[in-house]
């Protein structure tokens, strides 16, 4: 799954790609529920290579949830 987090002040995203099965596509929903929430300062999350991130939740200016077969395929084909 491919996740995008937009930090305020910084004119580049956060894309990370995350394992995709449920429980943890579930755990990454809550953590990032909790940072906005202000339950959390930091949001840290862990890619699928695992490469660790921190996020301080006070700049999330945007989290997007997406999976690896989206619209966003590059290449030549029919």
Do not use: Q, Y
């Not at 953590?31 to 300062?41: N, P």
């Not at 939740?57 to 945007?62: G, L, M, T, V």
């Amino acid at each position: 799954m491919d996740l995008r987090i937009g930090v305020t002040h910084s004119a580049r995203d956060i894309a990370l790609e995350i394992e995709s099965d449920d429980k943890s596509r579930a755990a990454v929903r809550s953590a990032v529920e909790a940072a906005l929430a202000g339950k959390v300062e930091v949001l840290w999350l862990k890619d699928k290579r695992g490469r660790e991130v921190a996020v301080p939740a006070d700049k999330i200016a945007f989290v997007e949830f997406g999976s690896p077969d989206g619209d966003r395929r590059l290449g030549f084909g029919t």
